[in-house]
Structures are given as C-alpha cells and as structure tokens.
C-alpha cells in the first residue's frame, strides 16, 4: 500500500457571477433556460445502481407559470425507501473503506463541473424549477453548493489531521468513523445548496445517505445527483428517492440501522421527527445524530443613530429577496420614531419600484412563492392584516394566482409589538414593523428577545457603537447569526456558518467543522510499546 499525507488548503469562495446585460454568462443563461423548457424529461429516483421509474408521475411546473410542465417525477412509496435503505446499507462497507483522497475527490470534481460545465443548468433548473431569479440562483445552486463541497473537503481534512498526544513508551491515535448504519437526509425547496449539502456532508465522512427531496425541489435535485454519478460518485452511497414524509419516516425511524438524520424544514416536523426518534430509542443500534436547521422570525432593529438608507436597503433586500422564502429573512422591523417617516417613505418607494413576473425576464426581482399552499397561507395574513385594527398595510397586499402563485411585495405596520405577523413565520414578501419610541431603545431589544421562539437571525442597524455593543450583548441568544449594519440574510460559506438555536434548530453550523463533527464517530486506539508484565504497582511494595 501507498502511504501519503494529502493537502486539501483552504479554498476561496467561488467568485459570483452578475448576469449584467451583455454579458457572455446571461447570454449562456438564457440559452439554457430556453433549453430545458424544450425539453420534458422524466425523473426517476436513484436507488443503488437502478435509476426507477413509477405508475405514479407528478408533474413539475414553474410556480410562476403554473400551467407549464418541465417534466414528471416517479412517485415512491414505502417498498422504496426500503430499498434505498438496504441499497445503502450494502454500498457501506466499500464506502467506508475508500481512501480519503479518492472520497474526496469525489466531491472536488462535482464542485469542479458545477463551475464549468453544468453552472447554467444548475441555475436553470432552481429558476425554473423554484422560481428563483438568475442572481438568487447564482449565489444558491452554483456558488453556494460549490462552496459547500470544496470548503468541508478542507475541513474534514483539518479534522483529520487532529490527533492525541502521546507519553513516552506508547502511541496515541484517533480514527474517525461513519456512523453505524445509515443517515437520512431531508431537504426543502428554498435553497438548492442545502439539498446538495445535506447529503454530501455526511456521505463526505464516509455515511451512506438516503436522501428525500421537498417534491418542489425535486427538478434541481435531479440535477444535482445526475453530476454527483458524473464525478463518480458510487451507486448506493446516496440514495435519490421521492416519498411522502409519513411514509418515510415510518421506514427510517423504525430501521435498526438508522444512525441519524441531517433536516432542513419546519418546526413543527422537526419536533415530530425528534418525538418519534425518541419514542423508538430502544430499536437502534447506537443513539441517532439528531441535526436541524428550522424556522425563524427573523428581525431588523434600528437605533436612532441608523443611516435611514443603509436600513431601508437592509429591509428591502432581506425581507423581499426570493420572495422571502428565506427562513433567514428579515420578517419583523422595530423602527426608531425619530426616524420612522422617512424610513417608512423609502420602503414605500422601494417596494413600489420593484418588478415581478417570471424568471426568464431578468429584470424581475420578485418571483412567484412556490405553490399554492404557501401562496394561500401567505394570502390568509394579509387578508387579516386588512381587515385588524392593529395592523396597515403600507403597501403591497395583493395576490394573483391564475398564471402563477404572485404575492405582491407587501409591509405592513402595527401598533401592536405582538401582533400576529410580528411573531409567526410567514415564509413569503411580508415585512410587518413596529415603530418604538426613540429613547427606548433597551427595553425594545428586551421585546425582540421576547417576541419569538425562533432564533435564527437577526440584525442592528446603528452608527452609536454603545447602541451595537448593547444589542450583540441583549440579542446573544436571539440569533444565531447576527449582523450588524448588513441585512440578516446571505450567509456565505466559509465566512459565517449557518444556525441558530431555541426553536430554530440545533446550531450545528453547515459550513463549519461543526457540523461535520456530527457524522463522525471517533475511534482512540493505544498501543503500548513494552507493555507490563505484573499487575503490582511500586505503591503497594513495602518499605
């Protein structure tokens, strides 16, 4: 055998790309885009080395051109996710055994043909696939997921790296082990990176993964698992399957071989998953690693020293970017007063001058939200809003469904710091603010603490640095990732690992060796070099 110790240093972010007119990258673009809609494709799911189709074919349409088909899904059911889970359970031992260099450059490859040969068709497919515009897909389903790969490629390598010290007559290691049995991935719509990062992360540590998309991330996917096998990723080490989630975690949580599950979603699930996980302890070989990322209410606060434009951009950017189907997005404001009219006037403005409509006019900057259920829940807030005496809609407050699920950008103000919209997640362009007293700014962070059970993200908008100094001190536990003087959205890997706590997930971190530590089991092994050959110690000898 060939010993080597291999470097994989700290790479850089992939460099954005701006989509400006005239450009080669919105040329290539838009030939793409116009490319996968000529094409309706049949999806199958990818169990082991089988690609499988079903009877049951569900079809894909863009959320904001409801009556067009990209393709059709195969439906599975139960027999499925068995078969993912045995699939898996029989590529584990070869996984685990390869060689890290060649496990990781598995990945490096993939990250490498995502920023070549397929970006556009990454890009693509979230635009139309999630309705994403072209710089929102951009940072996503290219830059992100490309950061993901080659940024834990590097830290898995430091992890490695980490040994024990050892005495005189004896040497110390540490081997770090995949979990026993398999892990379970389930991913949302809102962020192709994070339907890439949840599965590759654990398999990057060796893991086996079944991996259960949302249904209306199914299209990039697809995509993404198509250029994983490409850059040759072995059948059965992650398992590409689409299932109800009852059915699913029938399955999974009552498998004696399920080692832990990788989430990203709601709270609500979450819980459910964390409950039954619980209630079947007894049945698994060792304890699942439990990690999620859920939702948030994500606030803005300004002091009265804010710059007005640079809070009314912050508001505007990360309340309203991809519809704010964020769960980092800015969703509740509290307004100094002596700022307050002409804050409110610039959002007015702001939100006034947007564009909405597809995707493939690029100078849209709203999209539509992603399906009806979401589009008649968002619905259902501003019809109440219109209608309570606590809560004015600003602006915004329409919707229309009949081409595609369109909300238009909405804020709403209220006298009341606990109305409704201030306190639960919306997941759409819904902005509510509260204006507080300006000399009250300590007991307004006290309220923001207060308010939600989420702490996910959040911001401070001042110039006082006493005024940022008292916020990252009050808020230490209302967000996971705190920002100041910025929007309280677009964490970019390698520079601010995602999570955050309370309601909203575990804080494990993606991006970060945080979270890889999560698929890893750690083995210590000693060898004694001249080991004793009696059991009396000098202690017990007699004087």
Not at 264 to 269: A, D, I, L
Not at 292 to 317: C, M, N, Q, W, Y
Request: charged share 20%.
């Amino acid at each position: 055998m060939y010993q080597g110790t291999f470097s994989y240093p700290l790479p850089a972010n992939e460099p954005v790309l701006n989509y400006a007119p005239g450009s080669k990258e919105r040329e290539q673009l838009k030939a793409t885009l116009a490319q996968l809609k000529s094409e309706q494709i049949e999806i199958p799911m990818y169990i082991g080395a089988e690609k499988v189709y079903t009877k049951n074919r569900v079809p894909i349409h863009p959320p904001h051109e409801r009556n067009f088909i990209l393709g059709y899904f195969s439906r599975g059911d139960k027999k499925h996710v068995q078969q993912a889970i045995d699939a898996a359970l029989a590529a584990k031992e070869q996984w685990a055994a390869m060689s890290w260099e060649n496990r990781a450059n598995i990945f490096l490859k993939a990250a490498d043909l995502i920023a070549t040969k397929y970006r556009f068709h990454m890009n693509g497919a979230t635009m139309l696939g999630q309705s994403k515009n072209a710089y929102q897909a951009e940072i996503d389903s290219a830059c992100e997921i490309i950061d993901f790969l080659r940024f834990n490629v590097h830290y898995l390598s430091e992890i490695y790296k980490q040994q024990p010290i050892s005495s005189p007559g004896m040497h110390n290691r540490v081997e770090y082990r995949p979990l026993e049995g398999f892990v379970l991935a389930v991913t949302p719509f809102n962020f192709t990176a994070i339907g890439g990062n949840l599965p590759t992360s654990a398999a990057m540590c060796g893991n086996v993964v079944v991996w259960k998309p949302a249904d209306t991330q199914v299209y990039s996917a697809q995509m993404f698992m198509r250029i994983l096998k490409e850059a040759g990723l072995p059948d059965g080490v992650i398992n590409l399957i689409y299932v109800d989630g009852p059915e699913l975690g029938d399955v999974c949580f009552n498998h004696k071989d399920f080692a832990g599950v990788h989430f990203t979603g709601s709270t609500c699930v979450f819980n459910t998953m964390w409950e039954t996980i619980g209630r079947n302890i007894g049945k698994y070989k060792s304890y699942p690693r439990i990690v999620g990322e859920t939702g948030g209410k994500d606030f803005v606060i300004a002091h009265k020293s804010a710059d007005p434009d640079v809070l009314v951009t912050a508001l505007l950017r990360g309340a309203f970017e991809y519809q704010g189907q964020k769960c980092s997005a800015a969703s509740r404001a509290y307004i100094p007063s002596n700022i307050a009219k002409e804050v409110k006037k610039k959002l007015v403005d702001g939100v006034r001058s947007f564009k909405m409509g597809t995707v493939e006019d690029f100078s849209n900057f709203i999209n539509a939200v992603i399906d009806e259920k979401s589009f008649d829940k968002i619905k259902g807030y501003i019809d109440r809003a219109k209608k309570d005496k606590d809560a004015t809609i600003l602006v915004g407050g329409d919707y229309d469904k009949k081409e595609g699920y369109f909300i238009s950008p909405t804020i709403i103000e209220t006298k009341n710091p606990q109305y409704v919209t201030m306190c639960e997640e919306i997941f759409g362009p819904v902005l509510t603010l509260y204006v507080y007293p300006a000399n009250q700014f300590e007991k307004t962070l006290e309220l923001v603490n207060q308010t939600s059970p989420y702490a996910l993200t959040g911001s401070i908008i001042a110039t006082d640095r006493y005024a940022v100094e008292l916020a990252t001190q009050k808020l230490s536990n209302a967000a996971g990732n705190f920002y100041i003087n910025d929007k309280p959205t677009g964490a970019v890997v390698g520079q601010q690992p995602f999570g955050g706590g309370r309601a909203s997930g575990t804080n494990d971190k993606a991006g970060s060796m945080l979270n890889l530590y999560r698929w890893l089991s750690a083995r210590t092994i000693k060898e004694t070099f001249n080991p004793p050959t009696d059991y009396r110690y000098p202690f017990l000898s007699e004087e």
